[in-house]
């Protein structure tokens, strides 16, 4: 393993001019291509199951309100369903919605033998509970990985959840299949949002990497960031972390998405992450891109939860 940053910030910044100078770049997580790759083995799985068991998995996807980057990211979703052959059922419901009536829905989605996953797209309209909703989805179909008894058995030693949170799975599996190594490694989670930042560290802590998190109030990060092998950042903040604050030869994912006025771009933007990708490239082991990275991932993991879950039917 390469060696330990020093602790003082100077010397920390010393340590990493001095590594620039002979340092090559870092391996490029390419998160597109590793997604890609679960895919076509999702694929090779679901086929399996209908020649053998006559089953289909489906995915019901809800989506409440007509928000365009919700009605982006469920379209990307229902096409990746149809490219591994996963069943999408579509529920397009108005905006007005009542709570009872959509819990009424889930609970239909519940029932529905042919259903093997159940993602309620967020944000929900703001008379409606989100925490409640997600609560009544049966913990056998909750693909998104956030039902309490789920993330309680994430928390829990010795007891393993039905579904692992999809962003957090993805960060893992990228890490695993680049040939990093969790075990033993001090692991720093930049972040501690219930949708990544803590179920990250309890993933990490299952793979018995020694777990630190940062968070907004978090004294001198730097410092803590620079002893890691492993950076896990997710924390919503454009260019956080700089290429000074990574160890030498530390793995980064990079969940961040974050956007940035960019007068160059037809958009007027462009989307960095929470590291400064130029600078930690040049120091990092390995680095995840932005985008092209985590993203992919996330609905790469969903596919796969929700072929688990038809799975997990057949041996019922």
């Known amino acids: 393993m390469p060696h330990r940053a020093p602790a003082t910030a100077a010397h920390g910044t010393l340590s990493y001019l001095l590594f620039l100078s002979s340092a090559s770049m870092a391996t490029i997580i390419d998160g597109k291509a590793i ?3 679960i895919r076509n083995e999702i694929a090779i799985e679901v086929r399996s199951l209908f020649q053998n068991y006559n089953m289909v998995p489906g995915l019901a996807v809800v989506i409440v309100g007509m928000r365009k980057d919700s009605q982006s990211y469920v379209s990307m979703k229902r096409k990746a369903c149809a490219e591994v052959g996963i069943r999408s059922i579509d529920l397009d419901l108005p905006e007005d919605i009542s709570e009872a009536d959509l819990i009424e829905k889930v609970h239909q989605l519940n029932a ?12 929900l309209p703001k008379h409606i ?4 909703v997600l609560s009544e989805i049966n913990i056998e179909k ?15 030693k010795g ?11 993805g960060c893992l599996e990228l890490l695993s ?3 990093v ?3 033993g490694q001090k692991a720093v989670v930049v972040g501690r949002s219930n949708i990544v930042g803590l179920p990250v560290s309890l993933l990490l802590l299952k793979a018995d990497a020694t777990v630190t998190i940062v968070h907004s109030h978090t004294q001198d990060p730097e410092n803590i960031i620079r002893e890691a092998d492993i950076v896990i950042a997710a924390a919503g903040q454009a260019m956080m972390i700089k290429g000074d604050w990574i160890k030498p030869g530390a793995a980064v994912i990079d969940v961040g998405t974050n956007a940035v006025d960019d007068p160059s771009k037809k958009s007027g933007y462009r989307l960095v992450g929470d590291v400064d990708f130029q600078e930690a490239s040049k120091v990092a082991g390995w680095i995840t891109p932005v985008p092209g990275g985590v993203g992919p991932m ?3 993991m969903l596919l796969k939860n929700t072929l688990d879950g038809a799975k997990r039917r057949i041996v019922q």
């Open 35 to 37: 997604a890609q790759t």
């Open 142 to 156: 909750d693909v998104d990985g956030f039902h309490p008894l789920n993330i309680g058995k994430l928390a829990m």
């Open 159 to 169: 007891r393993e959840p039905l579904f692992l949170p999809c962003t957090p799975k």
């Open 181 to 183: 190594s969790i075990k």
């Open 112 to 123: 529905d033998p042919d259903v093997h996953g159940i993602l309620v797209q967020l944000p």
């Open 298 to 300: 996330t609905v790469a």
């Open 129 to 132: 509970n989100e925490e409640k």
């Open 177 to 179: 299949r680049s040939g």
